[in-house]
């Protein structure tokens, strides 16, 4: 039970400043980024160290006490807010926001799990280095929930999710015992993969510290390119062709539906399409530079060489011509989300398939969808490369925000999209997690052979049940 | 209890193709591939399909009977040597030994568990593709178990260990139960990564039965240099500088020791050093060319600048000038366990610490390790840029083979070893795996968490200890 002398007892371990119980200062961290789970907790433990972390998990596994580790509170699944009931603390990491060390000839970083990730992106820019992984919440997102939730992010097709990116790991586990993974091993087969492990579990196995993650190179020059495209599987099309021409200074590789461009266009002030001939689906391209000699007319050449050489649906394509070009390309993609959230409700899920699946699955679903929901429409946007999109499906215009709309249709319409996942050995996670979100769904949808190997972990890591309570796996117990 | 009636079931199960119990057959697979460890097993199973395997795990869950799951039988570390009282049955994955797939626009390949390694290579080939491991038993080793030990090669540098390689997996877990991980998702966040913890698990938590793999492009030219440095430290700087001029293409970086190469040349007919001047370590690298117009003169270009940059100890360089060359090159370093076991009884190790840790680490411990053990001699050779090589103790000169040198000094020299790598967070099994002969030294290095992680999912996975008894994890009950 949560009282006042167990909070004394968290205050001998950490200190004035580690146990928050202000109510103006916990509220902030009881409600998720985007507003949708909303939880109870009497008090925020904020550790300074690893120590730290360990003996208040020690303690609170001795005392039965439920933990909700919590970083930059960014989760796109309701992964860091506490339970309704009040009776687990929020952990914060924030406290352990060091870089341990930069090593510039290993392209190494160990950051603590509380470094925001511009944090990082700053410090690797300082020595020369670039940590390879950036998302729209960078300001906030800190690198233990990146890696507790496998962040991705653009830049995966060339560099990986959060997972490929961490060389080591150090984590507290809910015994209090601490696991010292922090040597970077690029082989070690000492039995289970424990790092792996870790990585992309939600704070549901214990607490993850610090990290040793890979920094690379910078970049010096790039080429960003708009392609209008007939469809996604010219795209994919498209994919291939300069992989196989440039190979992996493909940086990045996104496509979008035009009607996601459109709503960018009307929303967002400012914004004009790079291409003038319109097209039913675009792609934005990034390409490296950094190693070629004269790397934009190498890209020019190569794209003419694509033109004529025909084969590939392409309708009409632009080279960014300096930087500012560049930049507004890529507002267009990363103000999908802002602009459709503007015109009005929307369901979104992120999703992945297997690439080759991709475009079939991304018209046949959409078309699929409006003609199930009337009123709809649907369409989608995202990492092709990957096999990573985020799916929307839209409230029939004029449908205000608030009008409940969501909550009469959320249900439905994510089951008959996750229906149709599964059937095509599909993810209904991509990216995000499952947090809370997703829960019941990954529940509904698992093989009954992972949904027990994830509870057998879940169990022998956690028989108690105290770590993140009410995220990732549902448990037998719950029926 | 493996009684007739218990294999007359199994024969229901598999039919007369699928219980092997004639002692000539089942002879040569009781012992392991370096004839070191000895086991006894009244019959082989031999499933032909998932299914199969599938009522094979669910009628020894039923019956509480012991499997040692066994492939190509070339683990290093007696990983598929079925325990000595007999009272488990080996489960043959040989005749699982379908490609079900090759796709050369996703550049995948889905092999069946029984899939030897060089029919891959071939099928790749056919296809206009490569499959990127190899190894010396790459003639008898299968992809099941090749997934199962997570094995390396020389080629890990730009394309990781096996790990890196398996997009999917489909395995039987301990109850029967089939999980199906075999779509390549490249992203996937419904909880805890199953693939990753089943790649590497030695069979103790489930049978992998498929993998879907990774293919890459031929190589369609290389260059094969062998450069003589004054130490590995030199090597080391010599690697960063070809990954800074020459990035992901470089395929494979090589170090030995001189006194490696000396035994080869003594022992090996028909050898000779690739350069004129005598040097104390050598490097053997290799570049692929494909992507670079005339990338041959590239290479010798980069290198005469390197040259002329100064700073980085080379004393003496040699580019193969024909495939006759670059193979002679390679020949030189495959040939080194076989000339070293030609010389006299030696101690191998298999072995990684950090990469940059790596240097000293092969100086130092050589110079120690004859220090403390009078007469022998020790150097290494291996994967300098994985910060794996393999690290060789050699009997005094003129002692026997069969004198008893390895049984009398093996333990307290792989004490010694082992305890200096623990002590630069090392890990004892770069790419070989635990086995059986690594349980005792990861029970006794492992961290109080580390072990109790292992412990707790072997038996969350298979409580009832079914699953390869006997290696990899010592459990609490053995004390």
Redesign the interface.
Known sequence: MIDTALLEAFGKLLGPKGVITDRDSITPWLTDWRGRFHGQSPAILAPATTAEVASVLRLAHERRIALVPQGGNTSMVGGATPPADGNALILSLRRMNRIRSI?T??NQAVCEAGVILSTLHDAAAAAGRRFPLSLAARGSATIGGLVS??A?GTQ?LRHG?M?GLVEGIEAV?P?G??????????????????R??L????GT?GVVTAATLTLV?PITGRATVWVGVGGPQDALALL?WLQ?RF??IVEGFEVMADDCVGHVLDHIPGTRLPIATPAPWHTLIEIDLS?LDDGQAAVEAALATMLAEGGIGIIDAAVAQNENQAEAFWRLRESISEAERARGPTLQFDI?????AMPDFMTAIAAEATGRFPGTTASSFG?L????VHFHVRAPAGTADGSGWIAANGEEIARFVNDRLVA???????????GQMKRAE?GRL?????L???R??????DPDGIMNPGK??PLASEG
């Open positions: 090593s000839d290993a939730t496998n991705g995966v999710t997972r586990l015994d015992s601490i696991f010292d993974g922090l040597a970077p091993l690029k082989k070690d087969n000492r039995g289970y993969d424990l792996h492990l990585i992309g579990a939600e196995l190179p291939r196989r190979g992996s190693a992945s398939v297997p690439v080759d990492h490369g990957d096999g990573n095509r050995g599909g993810s209904i996670s991509a990216e995000h997690g499952i990954l698992s093989s009954p052979a992972r027990a190997a994830l057998a972990i879940k169990t022998a890591f990732l796996i």
